[in-house]
């Protein structure tokens, strides 16, 4: 196949390579880790997203409330936040972003409050009612409400650099006539959208907390054992293996050994999983 010569000013040529040319063993330059996180509020979420490499930008859908939890004097120096006033911002912020390499990672908080913003600009509302009821929306609405997210979220993920897309958890319901089928639990987005953000992202985690449990030596029939006991306080975790319920993925080798979840999780915790850690 003949190699296609390009000019430069008229002057220099410079020859570009081939599709054969361009054959090479498998591996892939570090554009930055793409993650879906979700989770209930109050689970850890923002915190984490703090832990990624800094500087970091924050484009807020929801509010900013969220941010409280990460207000510190550090991360004021840091972390920068923009609370968007409409979606079509996202093109003008990640034309920046790209433009400037000033930003290490970039956050969505959150994508469920995106496709909000989305809805009301398609309905021009105001505001999105608490409770969504049935024709709101025409169906050709949330037709356009899907792609326009996708569109969106497409941008962030292509940056390169860390992209972090932050949602709301909720349970999908299927097909209960089949014994093979069960609800499971994703991103709080529409189905069609929560379809095309799993395969897109590289990473999916869920954020959870549950109760912290000890080890107490106790006596029973004059013989001692140990039980486990609840102590009262909480860890923030980090769902990473497979589960059959609560969608998450990890694109490493197969084989790969996965913890079931991190406790305490954080950005240096889930580079070493990727990296073949434990």
């Known amino acids: 196949m003949p190699k296609i010569v390009k000019q430069t000013n008229g002057k220099k040529q410079v020859k570009s390579k081939s599709v054969i040319d361009r054959i090479s063993p498998i591996g892939f330059d570090s554009d930055g880790i793409k993650i879906n996180l979700y989770g209930r509020s109050g689970t850890g979420k923002t915190t984490l997203w703090a832990t990624f490499p800094k500087p970091i930008l924050c484009l807020v859908c929801s509010g900013g409330g969220e941010l409280r939890s990460v207000d510190t004097p550090a991360n004021r120096k840091t972390i920068k936040q923009v609370v968007l006033q409409n979606s079509l911002e996202i093109e003008e912020i990640t034309d920046h972003v790209e433009g400037s390499s000033k930003y290490a990672t970039v956050i969505l908080d959150h994508a469920s409050g995106l496709q909000d913003m989305v809805l009301k600009e398609l309905l021009n509302l105001n505001e999105i009612p608490e409770q969504l009821s049935w024709g709101l929306a025409t169906q050709q609405q949330y037709g356009q409400l899907a792609l326009q997210v996708k569109t969106h979220l497409r941008r962030l993920l292509n940056l390169s650099c ?9 349970e999908f319901n299927v097909d209960t006539t089949s014994e093979l089928l069960m609800p499971y639990v994703a991103s709080a987005l529409s ?3 929560t379809g095309w953000l799993n395969p897109a992202c590289d990473y999916i985690c869920q954020t959870f907390i549950r109760e912290t449990i000890t080890e107490k030596e106790i006596k029973i029939g004059g013989k001692t054992t140990k039980q486990k006991v609840k102590t009262g306080g909480v860890e923030y975790c980090l769902r990473t293996a497979p589960d059959p ?4 993925k990890f694109r490493v080798p197969k084989g790969t050994k996965l913890p079931s979840y991190i406790v305490d999780p954080s950005f240096t915790k889930i580079e070493n999983l990727i990296k073949g850690g434990n």
């Open 162 to 170: 860390n992209v972090v897309i932050v949602a709301q958890e909720r």
């Open 191 to 193: 189905p069609s959208i």
């Open 245 to 248: 319920i609560f969608t998450t």
